[in-house]
């Protein structure tokens, strides 16, 4: 009976909401981060391709 009236309470429930938000918030950097690195790791393959090439040209 004390939990419902604990979960009902308004306080708690704008709780939930700043902790959602700020997870919401930190995953979306993760998420980015992640992305970046693939980015970047991708980038400096096309880049040994692009050398590989020349020098079988040369």
């Known amino acids: ?3 419902t009236f604990i ?3 308004t306080a ?3 709780l939930f909401k700043r902790i959602s938000e700020q997870f919401t918030a930190m995953f979306r950097r993760k998420a980015f981060s992640t992305y970046q690195q693939y980015q970047d790791a991708t980038a400096e393959e096309e ?3 692009e050398e590989e090439g020349e020098e ?3």
């Open 56 to 58: 079988e040209l040369a």
């Open 7 to 9: 979960g009902n309470s």
């Open 12 to 14: 708690i429930q704008e």
């Open 47 to 49: 880049g040994e391709f």
């Open 1 to 3: 009976m004390a939990s």
